[in-house]
């Protein structure tokens, strides 16, 4: 029950340092993006990686091979949709949300963040996260595509960091 056979023991320390090897060379050879700050796509990537390592490692009914050729096509589909996203608006309106306006001008949209399901009391720790202390000296707080906040201060230029986001302030 504690202990198992030395051969179980063995293939779980030679297969899970090959096939950690394995997928370290993938996610290198894949590029900077398969790492990037996850939307939900990336996140089901991720969850799907891990599982697929953890089968490999500790289940001997599944060979590196085997175990190696579904990583690599996970990476591989995350590099094509990666790929595609960046070519056509309309597959990244598939596969991504878009970032949505919640606070302009010092006043909290209620029904986007609703729809968003942001509390209060998250809005008002963003902004304090973004060096404010009150809503009046904030400009816009923008809930992005990987969960996070961008709060951005009052100003008078126009803002065109805000060309892609939802709201009714957005241009």
Same mark, same amino acid.
């Given at each position: 029950?504690?202990?198992?056979?030395?051969p179980d023991?063995?293939?779980t320390?030679?297969?899970?340092?090959?096939?950690?090897l394995?997928?370290?060379?993938?996610?290198r050879?894949?590029?900077?993006?398969?790492l990037a700050?996850?939307? @939900?796509?990336?996140?089901?990537v991720t969850?799907?990686?891990g599982?697929?390592?953890?089968?490999v490692?500790? !289940?001997t009914?599944? !060979?590196?091979?085997?175990g !190696?050729?579904?990583?690599?096509?996970l990476?591989l589909l995350?590099?094509v949709? @990666?790929?595609? !996203?960046?070519r056509s608006e309309?597959f990244?309106?598939?596969?991504k949300?878009?970032?949505?306006?919640?606070?302009?001008?010092g006043?909290?949209d209620?029904?986007?963040?609703?729809?968003?399901?942001?509390?209060t009391?998250e809005?008002?720790a963003?902004?304090?996260?973004?060096g404010? @202390?009150?809503?009046?000296?904030v400009?816009?707080?923008?809930?992005?595509?990987?969960?996070?906040?961008s709060v951005?201060?009052?100003g008078?230029?126009?803002p065109?960091a805000l060309?892609n986001?939802?709201?009714?302030? @957005?241009?």
């Amino acid at each position: 029950m504690f202990f198992q056979s030395g051969p179980d023991i063995a293939h779980t320390l030679v297969v899970g340092a090959l096939a950690y090897l394995a997928l370290v060379a993938m996610l290198r050879l894949s590029g900077k993006r398969t790492l990037a700050k996850m939307n @939900a796509f990336d996140f089901v990537v991720t969850v799907a990686l891990g599982s697929t390592l953890a089968t490999v490692l500790l !289940s001997t009914d599944v !060979s590196l091979l085997r175990g !190696s050729i579904a990583i690599g096509l996970l990476v591989l589909l995350q590099f094509v949709v @990666a790929s595609l !996203s960046t070519r056509s608006e309309a597959f990244q309106a598939v596969v991504k949300s878009r970032p949505r306006l919640l606070l302009e001008a010092g006043v909290m949209d209620r029904a986007a963040m609703r729809e968003e399901r942001v509390a209060t009391e998250e809005m008002l720790a963003a902004v304090r996260g973004g060096g404010y @202390a009150r809503l009046e000296d904030v400009g816009y707080v923008v809930l992005e595509t990987d969960g996070s906040f961008s709060v951005l201060p009052e100003g008078n230029a126009p803002p065109t960091a805000l060309a892609n986001v939802t709201g009714k302030g @957005a241009q």
